[in-house]
């Protein structure tokens, strides 16, 4: 089953804050984000482990509750750079390897 | 830099007709995966395999197959192509590494239409 992610669309003006959520209905091992740029393949943005720990590329931060099986990206300050569409991928419920995506979050960030 | 390159960005084909997508890495990665892509409904699992030879069906098998015969490569075939097919096919290969798994890495994608 596909985690839900919300909203499904936002748009910011440059210097602004959003909060994208991911929500599972399974026990989770982990969660991962994506961001894809129009025309673009997506591209890993960070992976969040059970226990707290995170992994991640870019000065962009996020949260995993595990007891509520659900993620938040948070994306501060944002610059035009952010526009994409962000997708998060959920590990877990004994499938190794295997990421279930959400339907993404569009977000747009205007000057 | 990891690469993941898929054999062409576009593709048309007719209905009943059988269709194969190439997709092959060159970082040595153990796990390779076949996406689809459609407005609406986010990435969706079709077959992934972490080894040669060996695979495990996605969310939404039906109508394909796969096929890994060397590591680096990992093809999609559509046996008799339909028009609920058409879409944008992504290919993504990532690391072993156990549970949780490493990030995967995507090719640019393979939009094909079915007439």
């Known amino acids: 089953q596909q985690p839900v992610q919300s909203p499904q669309a936002v748009i910011l003006r440059e210097g602004e804050d959003a909060v994208i959520n991911c929500s599972s209905s399974?026990?989770?091992?982990?969660v991962h984000w994506y961001r894809q740029k129009h025309g673009e393949a997506p591209v890993f943005l960070m992976i969040?482990?059970?226990?707290?720990e995170q992994k991640g590329h870019e000065k962009i931060s996020a949260s995993f509750n595990e007891k509520k099986q659900q993620s938040s990206l948070y994306l501060t300050a944002s610059q035009l750079s952010y526009s994409g569409t962000y997708f998060c991928?959920?590990?877990?419920?004994?499938?190794?390897?295997?990421?279930?995506f959400g339907k993404g979050t569009l977000l747009t960030v205007n000057p | 830099d990891v690469k993941v390159t898929q054999s062409s960005r576009y593709l048309v084909k007719r209905t009943g007709e059988k269709v194969f997508l190439e997709c092959v890495q060159d970082?040595?990665?153990?796990?390779m995966f076949w996406y689809r892509q459609d407005p609406g409904l986010g990435l969706r699992l079709i077959y992934f395999?972490?080894?040669?030879?060996?695979?495990e069906k996605g969310d939404i098998p039906e109508g394909y197959s796969v096929s890994r015969e060397k590591k680096e490569r990992f093809s999609l075939i559509l046996e008799s192509a339909s028009t609920n097919q058409t879409s944008m096919y992504l290919c993504?290969?990532?690391?072993?590494?156990?549970?949780?798994?490493?990030?995967?890495?995507f090719g640019p994608g393979t939009r094909l239409t079915v007439t």
């Open positions: 970082m040595d990665h153990e796990n």
């Open positions: 993504a290969s990532s690391s072993l590494g156990g549970v949780p798994s490493y990030e995967q890495y």
């Open positions: 991928g959920t590990e877990g419920g004994g499938s190794n390897y295997k990421l279930t």
């Open positions: 969040l482990l059970k226990g707290g």
């Open positions: 395999s972490y080894d040669v030879k060996m695979k």
């Open positions: 399974k026990a989770l091992y982990s």
